[in-house]
DNA sequence: GGGGAGAGATGCCGC
DNA sequence: GCGGCATTTCTCCCC
């Protein structure tokens, strides 16, 4: 057991990405108190401090704490206990582990960044690029005029010369949705002092309740596809299905 | 290499929790696509079947599927590919590892749940149990008749008999929570048929702007901390003191 | 399964 | 740092 203390603790001292699967208890205080029972878990701990504790099932880590995490390991037989303090954050973590089943750290360098498409960006510069997919007649407002409002997805004139205030949703819009919608037309009302405004909200499906209270604001549904990104799925679809 | 594919194969077959840093370059298609260059990264496969592939910094994986993942390796010299498709999701990840640094496949078993305090419902809770920590003269509508009425936190009537609809956020409030507060409103309004139906945001602090729209709609706001949270801080910031 | 909302949300970009 | 908001958000609860 000592030389996997010594193991743990040369490991988080070297900044090396350290990995152990452990038999432990969890207790942690900070944005709220958390306490687990002894459990299988995989810790792991970053170079720059993150630590993460996962239990053998789920997507999300059960106990974690950020960058800047200090740690303190103690040998208090049978068993080890590892401190963690996140000072700035006012955070503090607690494992008590009886058993280290494994445990390995490695040197492992990464200086590359992901690259994703098919966000809600992409789907604010299609309409913007190309508004009349939303509503034929309507065309952009100047980016820089249209940065004095804010947040705003795109904004347009119509036809009869109206502002349209359109907002995008990525996947299907809810209440949320159409309230942010209803503060970005009620700004530009106030800001501008006029009632020519229209509110258009942009997504591939809306919930019932939300398009209730959309048209009870006056405001309209249009159904787009994000970017490609329906074929993408597609093309996924096709694929499972050859396999 | 190949001796570590067929662990890594048997490993994912008979359920363990699979370990393992890699040199690898990554893409997904599925919800949004990506694509990320070649790097040193920690792999885990759950049980489960959930993935996920972490960077050597950063709190989240850089990229994941969830549970129900299945997986298919094949040996392409001189690179093990890892293919990961989520048919219900519809999602498709693909792992090309060119070295593997350390592997590990081990049997963990955890059935415990983390049990958590000092989150929304808490305070709440606290509020429905004293009301009058928000408002002289608040009494709590009976809370299976607040029932009807949806998400509201707390539902009071206030000693001039007006309803009063109470939403509490545990951090500082925002746009949306006041948004929030103003859906219920009107929600209570059109379902009685009544206007006088008041508003009360609950937290420890709010911003200038979701202050500004408060107070243009008429609500309130009381500045009251989530229960016992602000002490557990407390607790914590002198136990590092005394480190 | 859909709808709604919280989360120890996290992360990004803007001012 | 605060503010506003998207996220491959995730998770939970309720209907």
Request: charge should be positive; charged fraction near 25%; hydrophobic fraction near 35%.
């Amino acid at each position: 057991m000592q030389s996997k203390i010594f193991q743990l603790q040369s490991g988080i001292t070297s900044k090396k990405l350290v990995v152990c699967a452990v038999s432990c208890e969890v207790t942690y205080q900070g944005k709220a108190e958390t306490s687990l029972a002894k459990g299988d878990r995989l810790i792991i701990i970053k170079p720059d401090g993150t630590i993460l504790i996962h239990q053998p099932e789920g997507n999300n880590p059960i106990n974690y704490m950020k960058s800047g995490t200090e740690y303190t390991i103690k040998w208090e037989p049978p068993n080890v206990v590892l401190n963690a303090v996140h000072i700035k954050n006012s955070e503090k973590l607690n494992i008590i582990m009886d058993q280290i089943y494994f445990l390995n750290s490695s040197n492992l360098t990464d200086a590359e960044k992901i690259k994703l498409s098919g966000n809600e960006k992409d789907m604010s510069n299609m309409i913007y690029a190309n508004p009349s997919i939303v509503e034929h007649g309507l065309i952009p407002v100047n980016r820089e005029e249209q940065t004095k409002y804010g947040f705003i997805d795109v904004l347009c004139t119509d036809k009869n010369n109206y502002l349209v205030v359109i907002e995008c949703k990525r996947f299907k819009a809810d209440l949320a949705a159409v309230s942010q919608l209803r503060r970005y037309v009620e700004k530009i009302k106030t800001s501008k002092g006029i009632t020519s405004v229209r509110g258009i909200l942009v997504a591939p499906a809306i919930t019932s309740n939300a398009m209730a209270m959309l048209k009870d604001w006056g405001f309209n549904f249009i159904l787009i596809e994000p970017p490609k990104f329906k074929e993408h799925i597609k093309k996924t679809q096709t694929k499972i299905d050859e396999y």
